[in-house]
């Protein structure tokens, strides 16, 4: 059974630049032909995709965060990682991790409890 476990920093002021951390269990993001997504709900509105990583380490971001978004991995700690720059309080959103076999396109069959990050000064 995979988990996925995400982390962040809760509370940010505008223009810091957050990390996220998705810590994943019970399989390899190495693991041909995953891909691990970041997704994110802001406050009463629908899910927005933000970024993924593949399987062999290839990220692509939404072009609309492709300027502040950027995702990493660890693969000693099995876990891949979200920093976006200069947040506003637009940023605020729950995010999510998640996972597909389809470069990021869906559906996801396994997804974080997401965390919540708010910007607020």
């Known amino acids: 059974q995979v988990q996925l476990q995400e982390s962040g920093p809760g509370l940010v002021k505008p223009s810091q630049t957050p990390s996220l951390t998705c810590a994943v269990s019970?399989?390899?993001?190495?693991?041909?032909?995953?891909?691990w997504s970041w997704i994110r709900q802001p406050p009463g509105k629908g899910l927005v995709w933000i970024g993924v990583i593949l399987y062999d380490g290839n990220t692509y971001v939404s072009p609309s965060l492709k300027s502040r978004a950027s995702i990493s991995r660890d693969t000693s700690k099995n876990h891949f990682s979200l920093q976006l720059s200069s947040v506003t309080p637009e940023d605020t959103a729950v995010y999510y991790c998640?996972?597909?076999?389809?470069?990021?396109?869906?559906?996801?069959?396994?997804w974080g409890q997401g965390t919540l990050v708010t910007v607020s000064s």
């Open positions: 998640t996972r597909d076999n389809t470069a990021g396109l869906g559906p996801y069959d396994y």
């Open positions: 019970g399989g390899s993001i190495t693991t041909n032909y995953y891909a």
